[in-house]
């Protein structure tokens, strides 16, 4: 049995900020991105509205933007740096206009009335929840009927050796301080038993969870609608 290390949920230095932004622009990370956008762009209506909770530098709401013309996007995050780093992102790929940047913190989306989005995601994130049953019931809370609601993050359980050797590969030298942060986020992760607690324990109607040999992946549907 071991102690997870809880981590902070905002990644708000700027250094760190911008080596995580650099790495999200490696060619591993970017198809990831892109995977994980193809599949909610295969799930979403026409002209849907999507809400990308932990968005960071917005690298999986850009995606889901640049790909597909009539979807809007709203990226949350705690970290103003990450946003900025996000609108960034945004402006450099011409979809300043269908994507909003909010700051906030997931557990409370007072911000954003019930039945407002098509789709809640998260790529990355949850390892960074502190609340993750509240975090289910405020993205149950504020979707649309018929919506649904993906996530994909780390999983704890890999051997040590396994997470060295994917440090060195994935991230070079020059970018230890999110190496650093990458080790933090490993030690904070879930459990497979973990998150199904966590699933069970909150307000989601249908829900399915699945793991593959370094993540794992959540998804659920509100057949009538979040709002309560």
């Avoid at 789709?119 to 960074?128: D, E, K, Q, R």
């Avoid at 060195?168 to 030298?173: G, K, L, N, S, V």
Wanted: glycine share 10%; hydrophobic share 45%; with cysteine.
């Amino acid at each position: 049995m071991r102690d997870r290390i809880q981590e902070k949920e905002a990644l708000e230095a700027a250094p760190v900020v911008e080596e995580y932004d650099l790495m999200s622009r490696s060619g591993h990370m970017r198809k990831q991105y892109k995977l994980m956008a193809g599949k909610i762009l295969s799930l979403l209506p026409a002209g849907g509205e999507v809400l990308d909770i932990g968005t960071g530098p917005g690298c999986l709401a850009v995606e889901i933007a640049r790909r597909h013309p009539a979807v809007r996007v709203t990226g949350l995050d705690l970290s103003e740096n990450m946003l900025q780093a996000a609108a960034r992102r945004a402006a450099g790929n011409g979809i300043t206009g269908r994507t909003t940047w909010v700051q906030g913190d997931a557990a409370n989306l007072e911000m954003f009335d019930g039945n407002s989005f098509d789709a809640v995601v998260s790529m990355g994130s949850m390892h960074h929840w502190h609340r993750p049953v509240t975090v289910f019931n405020e993205a149950y809370r504020v979707l649309k009927p018929g919506g649904f609601i993906l996530v994909r993050d780390l999983r704890w359980g890999w051997p040590l050796k396994l997470i060295k050797t994917m440090c060195a590969f994935y991230m070079p030298p020059f970018l230890r301080g999110v190496r650093q942060e990458y080790l933090d986020s490993i030690n904070s992760a879930y459990t497979m038993q973990e998150i199904d607690e966590f699933l069970k324990s909150s307000m989601l109607p249908e829900w399915t969870l699945s793991g593959d040999w370094l993540a794992m992946n959540i998804k659920a549907v509100a057949v009538d609608g979040g709002s309560r």
